[in-house]
């Protein structure tokens, strides 16, 4: 059976479906952190953290995001990712305003964030007719 699956009765049966009351060490076999739980019999992640994927991963909250990058939240599939008007920089791995993004290499990554901007001069800014609003994307 693959990573975080028992054979039992013949079938790979995940882990957190099985009894750990009766084998203790099928929850730290597939993660260090799981934990078993006296009442209810099942391998369990401790708290601030959620099981995905057999494994033990921090839970995603826009506190903990915020932690590694004050303009990041938690978004889709319990991951961080950049509040809205602003972007993911590989160069430097935090996110930078939508506004201070060099766009030089791909002029379609300011529409991709905000349809109201464009590439002007390298940088993304608001289309003709629209500026930057409280919320960092351009607004008419």
């Given at each position: ?23 203790p ?9 799981a ?27 826009n506190e ?12 889709d ?64």
């Amino acid at each position: 059976c693959r990573h975080g699956y028992k054979m039992n009765g013949g079938q790979c049966i995940s882990v957190w479906d099985l009894n750990c009351l009766t084998e203790p060490s099928i929850c730290k076999e597939m993660d260090v952190r799981a934990e078993c739980d006296a009442d209810t019999g099942m391998c369990v992640c401790p708290d601030t953290y959620i099981q995905k994927n057999n494994t033990c991963i921090t839970e995603c909250t826009n506190e903990s995001c915020q932690v590694l990058d004050i303009n990041s939240v938690c978004g889709d599939a319990n991951m961080c990712s950049c509040r809205d008007g602003f972007i993911h920089d590989n160069a430097t791995n935090i996110c930078v305003l939508l506004y201070q993004m060099n766009c030089s290499s791909n002029a379609s990554i300011c529409e991709i964030v905000d349809p109201n901007s464009r590439c002007i001069n390298d940088l993304c800014g608001c289309k003709a007719g629209y500026s930057i609003g409280p919320d960092s994307l351009c607004i008419n």
